[in-house]
C-alpha cells in the first residue's frame, strides 16, 4: 500500500469593472471561473478505535503528534522508533496497559501499538514495502488479526521503505476514541488482500496477579491465522505476501 500532495482552496472569480461614462450605467465583465478540483484522496488510509478516557489515550496522542507530518523521501526505510523515539516519563508519557509475554501489565507507554498498528495497515493498504513486522503476542480486539505492528523501544521496532518514485506524507488524525493514518504519495501497486479464517486454537487459563501493574483480563482463545497481500501492476501480480501469526491464549487475570 505514493506523491501528490492534496490541497484544497477556494478559487474565486475576479470582477473587471469597465470605465465609467458620466451618465451612462455601468457595466462588469465577469471571466470565467475555473472549475473547482475536487481534493484528491489519500493513497491509502486505515483507523482504529479504542475507549475514550483511558490513560494510554495520552500516549497514543503524543505518539500521533509526533508522527503527524513526517515525510519519507524515495528509496528511504522509515523506522517507528527512530521517528517517534523513546517512551519515557520525562517525555509525557504515562502508565498504561501493555503486552508482556503473555500478560497485561501497566507499562509507561502502553497503548502506542495502536498507533504503530494503524500506520501498519495504512502501508499494508498502500502497498509499500514492509521491511521489518512483528505481532504482538496476544490478540487485542483494536486490531485487526494478523494485521498489526507491535513496538518496544529501542529493540522492537516497525519499519518499512517508500519504494516508490515520490515522498510520501504521514497524517495522524486522533480525536478522543479513534485514530486515523493517512498516506499521502503517488500509488506504485493496486493492493489486494485475503485472510484465512482463525484455526488451530489453544485455550486460556486463569491466573492472579499482584501490585499496581496488574490488569485483570477476561481470558481469549490463543489461535494463528493467515493474512495474504497481493501486489499488482498495470493488472499484473507483481509479488504475494504472506504474514502468518499464532497468538498466545491471553490468560483470565483477577488483580488481588
Given at each position: ?21 458620466r451618465?451612462?450605467?455601468a457595466?462588469l465583465?465577469?471571466?470565467?471561473r ?125 519499519t ?24 499521502w ?71 488481588l
Amino acid at each position: 500500500m505514493a506523491a501528490v500532495l492534496a490541497t484544497t482552496g477556494l478559487l474565486l472569480g475576479a470582477y473587471l469593472e469597465l470605465p465609467r461614462e458620466r451618465g451612462a450605467s455601468a457595466e462588469l465583465a465577469v471571466p470565467d471561473r475555473p472549475a473547482e478540483r475536487p481534493a484528491e484522496p489519500p493513497m491509502s488510509s486505515y483507523t482504529t478505535r479504542f475507549a475514550p478516557g483511558e490513560p494510554r489515550v495520552r500516549n497514543i496522542e503524543l505518539a500521533a503528534r509526533i508522527l503527524d507530518g513526517h515525510v519519507v523521501a524515495p528509496g528511504t526505510t522509515f523506522s517507528f522508533n527512530d521517528v517517534v523515539g523513546p517512551r519515557t516519563r520525562s517525555r509525557g508519557y504515562v502508565p498504561a496497559p501493555a503486552i508482556m509475554g503473555e500478560r497485561l501489565v501497566k507499562d509507561v507507554g502502553g497503548g502506542i501499538c495502536q498507533v504503530s498498528t494503524t500506520l501498519f495497515n495504512a502501508v499494508f493498504r498502500a502497498g509499500l514495502d514492509i521491511r521489518r513486522s512483528r505481532a504482538h503476542t496476544m490478540w487485542m480486539p483494536e486490531y485487526p488479526e494478523g494485521r498489526e505492528a507491535a513496538v518496544s523501544y529501542p529493540k522492537l521496532d516497525f519499519t518499512w521503505r517508500n519504494d516508490t518514485d515520490r515522498p510520501v506524507r504521514v497524517q495522524v488524525v486522533h480525536t478522543g476514541s479513534s485514530l486515523t493514518v493517512n498516506l499521502w504519495g503517488e500509488r506504485k501497486y493496486e493492493v489486494r488482500s485475503l485472510a484465512s479464517g482463525r484455526y488451530a486454537f489453544e485455550p486460556y487459563g486463569t491466573g492472579v496477579g499482584h501490585g499496581r501493574r496488574c490488569v485483570p483480563t477476561v481470558g481469549r482463545e490463543g489461535f494463528e491465522i493467515d493474512v495474504w497481500r497481493t501486489l499488482y501492476a498495470a493488472g499484473r501480480e507483481v509479488r504475494r505476501e504472506k504474514f502468518h501469526t499464532e497468538y498466545s491464549p491471553q490468560p483470565k487475570v483477577e488483580c488481588l
